[in-house]
């Protein structure tokens, strides 16, 4: 699997969804705003770095602005940006 060579985003700032941004980094680093942090943001980290982690990136800088999203719709928007910005080998 490839690296992340470009900066990418998937999903939208609707409610109920999350708005995640990948970009190139030495080091792997997540940044979440959530309507719900106070209650569930433990939550919404832990999913974005299992999918992280599961998608082989180990170096990128992510952001993500949830606005209520389930824990799979957040892994599928992490997901789909990592693949639209990660080498193709």
């Known amino acids: 699997?490839?690296?992340i060579i470009k900066s990418a985003s998937a999903g939208t700032l609707e409610s109920s969804d999350a708005f995640v941004e990948i970009f190139p980094a030495e080091e792997l680093s997540v940044e979440i705003s959530s309507i719900v942090m106070?209650?569930?943001g433990e939550?919404?980290?832990k999913a974005?770095?299992?999918q992280l982690s599961e998608c082989g990136v180990a170096a990128a800088r992510v952001r993500v602005a949830d606005r209520g999203a389930l824990d799979c719709v957040i892994k599928a928007r992490v997901e789909t940006a990592v693949r639209r910005a990660e080498a193709k080998e």
């Open 1 to 3: 699997m490839g690296g």
């Open 38 to 40: 106070e209650r569930f």
């Open 43 to 45: 939550a919404i980290e």
């Open 48 to 50: 974005v770095r299992e």
